[in-house]
């Protein structure tokens, strides 16, 4: 095989596969089985496109291609497993001719799948893990790392909740517009998951995503014009504002850039107005919710025109309504480093070690690190480096492993 075919491939795996691993599971009715017929379609282009030209719509062709692969593996079963050949007669029934598979009906697949695994019958972790592990491809062990628990636990909830969806026949579609609030927030926390290990990957040689970052915008996308709810306009806003960054995040050498220091003629500035348009429609619904008010921190960000303009007084005066909303230990130490720009670090420092004497974030990297630095400014280099080697045993993506050593070694070269 060239190298060419091989790498059109490899790019249509990783740009497509998601679309038509959901939409096998449209047609077949079952997640193994789709996964399956996935991999088959794939195993088969890579013995046939070498000989043949790549067809002007590969994801239909690995969709009819899949769809028939999976047929046949059932009649092959069906020799020595009745119910293999009712289930094989039934999916061949079933299953629409390849005319169908090219419709629209593809693109709205994956949106099918992401409702169909926050279905209300599986428990609020299942529903997460699932659509993770699902809809965008995470690998068991990332989602794992996600919910601060073991793989082997995680891929066990995954396949009781594969099994759930299987017994109690939960229909494979998006909702009526009457069930649509009440499925929406999972949804919603399902894409912002996804954004985040996108944004901010959670281990790893490289800070960012972009494929993962991508994917939960264009779901974001599809829920918005399904049901353009404040709350889902937010978080397509908020998304949009934090990638609108992401050229600027890190040096041509791969290491972190903090936001300060950023040269802010590579954000995208066609993100950050459709983002700052998305905020006002957003917070134009009273009152303002939680993706709402993190894209209006956003967007504080966005339009200023270099570190030194930010509005930090604003930026912790929308940090303390959402901390009213939605309280949680990172966004006290989000609004602790606003608090930190505002007043000056000792009031920064006052918070994050109230924080942390609540042992809440006692193994969150972040939260060191965020003490180291305000220890630093504040000129206890000692205590600076103490924290950083704290926040150094805790990182797991290797850029943060790199910034944090290089604050370190600046401190004990001053020192």
């Not at 047929?71 to 079933?94: G, H, N, P, V, Y």
């Not at 299953?95 to 599986?122: G, Q």
């Given at each position: 095989?060239?190298?060419?075919?091989?790498?059109?491939?490899?790019?249509?795996?990783?740009?497509?596969?998601?679309?038509?691993?959901?939409?096998?599971?449209?047609?077949?009715?079952?997640?193994?089985?789709?996964?399956?017929?996935?991999?088959?379609?794939?195993?088969?282009?890579?013995?046939?496109?070498?000989?043949?030209?790549?067809?002007?719509?590969?994801?239909?062709?690995?969709?009819?291609?899949?769809?028939?692969?999976?047929?046949?593996?059932?009649?092959?079963?069906?020799?020595?497993?009745?119910?293999?050949?009712?289930?094989?007669?039934?999916?061949?029934?079933?299953?629409?001719?390849?005319?169908?598979?090219?419709?629209?009906?593809?693109?709205?697949?994956?949106?099918?799948?992401?409702?169909?695994?926050?279905?209300?019958?599986?428990?609020?972790?299942?529903?997460?893990?699932?659509?993770?592990?699902?809809?965008?491809?995470?690998?068991?062990?990332?989602?794992?790392?996600?919910?601060?628990?073991?793989?082997?636990?995680?891929?066990?909830?995954?396949?009781?909740?594969?099994?759930?969806?299987?017994?109690?026949?939960?229909?494979?579609?998006?909702?009526?517009?009457?069930?649509?609030?009440?499925?929406?927030?999972?949804?919603?926390?399902?894409?912002?998951?996804?954004?985040?290990?996108?944004?901010?990957?959670?281990?790893?040689?490289?800070?960012?995503?972009?494929?993962?970052?991508?994917?939960?915008?264009?779901?974001?996308?599809?829920?918005?014009?399904?049901?353009?709810?404040?709350?889902?306009?937010?978080?397509?806003?908020?998304?949009?504002?934090?990638?609108?960054?992401?050229?600027?995040?890190?040096?041509?050498?791969?290491?972190?850039?903090?936001?300060?220091?950023?040269?802010?003629?590579?954000?995208?500035?066609?993100?950050?107005?459709?983002?700052?348009?998305?905020?006002?429609?957003?917070?134009?619904?009273?009152?303002?919710?939680?993706?709402?008010?993190?894209?209006?921190?956003?967007?504080?960000?966005?339009?200023?025109?270099?570190?030194?303009?930010?509005?930090?007084?604003?930026?912790?005066?929308?940090?303390?309504?959402?901390?009213?909303?939605?309280?949680?230990?990172?966004?006290?130490?989000?609004?602790?480093?606003?608090?930190?720009?505002?007043?000056?670090?000792?009031?920064?420092?006052?918070?994050?070690?109230?924080?942390?004497?609540?042992?809440?974030?006692?193994?969150?990297?972040?939260?060191?690190?965020?003490?180291?630095?305000?220890?630093?400014?504040?000129?206890?280099?000692?205590?600076?480096?103490?924290?950083?080697?704290?926040?150094?045993?805790?990182?797991?993506?290797?850029?943060?492993?790199?910034?944090?050593r290089r604050r370190m070694t600046e401190l004990e070269s001053r020192g």
């Open positions: 095989m060239s190298g060419d075919v091989r790498e059109r491939i490899d790019d249509i795996y990783r740009s497509d596969s998601r679309r038509v691993l959901a939409t096998l599971i449209r047609l077949l009715g079952d997640f193994d089985r789709a996964e399956e017929a996935m991999h088959d379609a794939f195993a088969a282009a890579l013995e046939t496109w070498q000989a043949n030209e790549i067809p002007d719509n590969p994801r239909a062709w690995l969709v009819s291609t899949g769809r028939f692969k999976a047929i046949d593996r059932l009649r092959r079963a069906a020799r020595f497993d009745a119910a293999a050949d009712e289930i094989a007669k039934q999916t061949d029934a079933s299953v629409p001719h390849d005319a169908d598979v090219e419709t629209d009906e593809l693109a709205d697949d994956r949106l099918r799948l992401i409702f169909t695994c926050c279905h209300p019958a599986l428990s609020p972790d299942a529903r997460i893990a699932l659509t993770l592990r699902e809809v965008c491809g995470l690998q068991t062990e990332e989602i794992a790392r996600a919910f601060l628990t073991g793989a082997p636990t995680l891929a066990q909830r995954i396949v009781r909740a594969k099994t759930k969806i299987r017994d109690a026949k939960i229909p494979y579609q998006v909702p009526s517009r009457e069930e649509l609030p009440d499925r929406l927030a999972t949804v919603l926390h399902v894409v912002y998951l996804v954004f985040n290990e996108g944004y901010s990957a959670s281990a790893g040689d490289a800070v960012t995503r972009a494929d993962l970052s991508a994917e939960a915008i264009r779901l974001g996308r599809l829920v918005v014009e399904l049901l353009p709810d404040p709350e889902a306009i937010g978080l397509l806003a908020l998304m949009l504002l934090h990638d609108a960054r992401r050229a600027a995040r890190t040096s041509a050498d791969g290491d972190i850039v903090l936001l300060d220091e950023q040269d802010r003629s590579l954000w995208d500035r066609a993100q950050i107005a459709e983002g700052l348009a998305l905020v006002e429609r957003a917070l134009s619904s009273r009152p303002a919710r939680a993706y709402a008010l993190q894209a209006a921190i956003a967007a504080v960000h966005a339009e200023a025109v270099d570190a030194r303009s930010t509005d930090w007084r604003q930026i912790v005066g929308l940090y303390d309504v959402l901390t009213r909303i939605e309280p949680s230990a990172v966004v006290e130490l989000n609004r602790a480093a606003a608090v930190a720009m505002a007043e000056g670090p000792e009031a920064g420092l006052a918070l994050i070690d109230a924080l942390l004497g609540r042992r809440e974030l006692t193994d969150y990297h972040l939260a060191h690190s965020a003490r180291a630095d305000l220890l630093r400014r504040l000129g206890r280099t000692a205590d600076a480096l103490a924290a950083y080697s704290r926040a150094l045993a805790l990182a797991t993506q290797e850029p943060e492993w790199r910034f944090i």
